[in-house]
């Protein structure tokens, strides 16, 4: 494999040009519709703050990427990624390409409107809509009997970004890689378009590297979904917009009951399995949650009752907002069972919660307990988060036919970059606790040290 960049600044990609015939793009002939090509040495800058000192807000890991928030998790990275975008030499004959696309994971808003617009960008190219396929129910519709792939035409992904989840079906884990890269190569696929979150996107690395081991020439590009925007580096992942923007109607719901009783108590449980992104937004963007608890910061419950309390006595009525993954270290005891993709299998914090609460007022509280997880996730996108999916979906086609495999593509510092597959998938990503982002929200809420 080659790499892209012979520089120690810039994160290398993999790529697959020394077994590739370059040749010119099918759109320089109207210079890409005007709009210019992007080339190999279009870089975007990883690190845009320059701090007074290490006292800045913010300056913990300047030069890389937190995971958890402590010393310990500081995953350093160079200056520079490689700029997104259509490029002047492809590595691809069009006409010759053979395409799959697949969606792994977790509902999300948005997986459709990625997958329509990877099918829209292939055929722009001129790659034939006989030569699309649609995996079906996951990377297990690779082998599986009972769901054989489908053709992708335009026609048939007309629309669906109008709709929620995923139109080619979905599954978590336990894909065989092995197999998966023996139908790749029966099948003649020289593309695959991966969309996941973490474990998607370390199962699309599998399959890279099982490629490679076999001999098998085909580029392996993810695309990152989580509804967590748990996804390292990138400003934000695909249908967390949109996840914030629905989270917002359970706690403007859960305000208008607790504040419609005596000592009301409205109790929203988001997702967030290890990380409190959603919780946090929402709760900073309704501005009706007096109490947020999320995965990275832990509480002592005896201090959240007593805060409860105290802002009964204020205003009367209060508005809690937790996300999945908090206080599992006083539900589990440390466990670490984990589901077939191998996320942690979490306790109820949010019914945990409700009954503490009880027990805690004695009667002497409305405690009403709203769980909107699913209705969230099964949205379609909102209007940002679709320009988005349009744009990734582009951008993950044209990385393609750049040759680069073992990439996943996505915004950062306001800009559509490259990035190494094996770089995103170290960690899950985490709010930092001593950050801004967190500290702008408990300073609006006035939300004390519960630890």
């Keep these: 494999m080659l790499t892209n960049s012979a520089t120690a600044d810039v994160l290398d990609l993999k790529d ?4 590739l015939v370059p040749r010119d793009s099918p759109f320089i002939v109207n210079n890409n519709q005007g709009g210019g090509f992007v080339g190999d040495r279009d870089r975007i800058r ?9 006292d800045s807000a913010g300056s913990f890991c300047a030069d890389g990427v937190l995971t958890h928030g402590d010393e310990d998790s500081c995953v350093l990275l160079p200056e520079w990624a490689i700029r997104c975008g259509p490029r002047k030499t492809i590595y691809f004959d069009p006409k010759q390409v053979s395409a799959a696309v697949v969606t792994c994971g977790g509902l999300c808003p948005g997986l459709n409107d990625v997958v329509q617009n990877i099918v829209y960008t292939l055929t722009d190219y001129g790659v034939p809509e006989d030569n699309i396929l649609g995996i079906r129910y996951g990377l297990r519709g690779f082998y599986e009997r009972d769901a054989k792939p489908i053709t992708l ?11 929620g989840g995923t139109m080619l079906g979905t599954s978590r884990g336990g894909a065989n890689v092995k197999e998966i890269v023996r139908r790749i190569d029966l099948w003649g ?6 969309v ?19 001999g098998v020439v085909c580029t392996v590009v993810g695309v990152p979904k989580s509804i967590d925007n748990d996804i390292l580096i990138i400003d934000k992942c695909f249908g967390f917009e949109t996840a914030v923007e629905e989270a917002q109607r359970a706690l403007l719901a859960a305000k208008v009951e607790a504040g419609s009783a005596r000592n009301g108590l409205g109790v929203v449980k988001l997702m967030g399995r290890q990380s409190g992104f959603i919780a946090m937004q929402a709760a900073m963007a309704s501005g009706v949650a007096d109490v947020c608890l999320i995965p990275e910061i832990p509480f002592r419950m005896d201090k959240l009752c007593a805060h409860v309390a ?12 937790v996300a999945e993954g908090a206080g599992q270290d006083i539900l589990t005891n440390g466990s670490a069972a984990t589901d077939a993709s191998g996320n942690p299998i979490l306790a109820d914090i949010g019914v945990y919660l409700r009954n503490e609460f009880k027990k805690y007022f004695k009667g002497d509280a409305d405690i009403k307990y709203i769980d909107p997880s699913y209705m969230i996730r099964s949205v379609p ?6 320009i988005y999916c349009k744009v990734l979906g582009q951008g993950a086609v044209h990385g393609a036919f750049a040759g680069y495999t073992d990439i996943t593509v996505g915004l950062v510092n306001t800009h ?8 995103i998938i170290q960690a899950p990503r985490k709010v930092n606790p001593k950050g801004r982002r967190w500290n702008r929200l408990i300073t609006a809420i006035r939300q004390p040290d519960l630890s």
């Design 381 to 386: 996108t909102t209007s940002n988060d679709r």
């Design 16 to 19: 697959l040009r020394q077994y």
């Design 310 to 321: 105290s802002i009964f006595e204020k205003q009367g009525h209060c508005v809690v907002c």
């Design 416 to 423: 559509y970059v490259y990035l190494p597959i094996p770089i």
């Design 153 to 163: 035409t335009r026609k048939y992904v007309d629309g669906i970004h109008l709709k």
């Design 189 to 194: 696929l020289n593309m695959v378009f991966v």
């Design 196 to 214: 996941g979150g973490n474990g998607g996107n370390a199962a699309a690395n599998a399959i890279q590297e099982e490629c490679e081991a076999q």
């Design 46 to 54: 990883l690190h845009t703050v320059e701090f007074e000192s290490a």
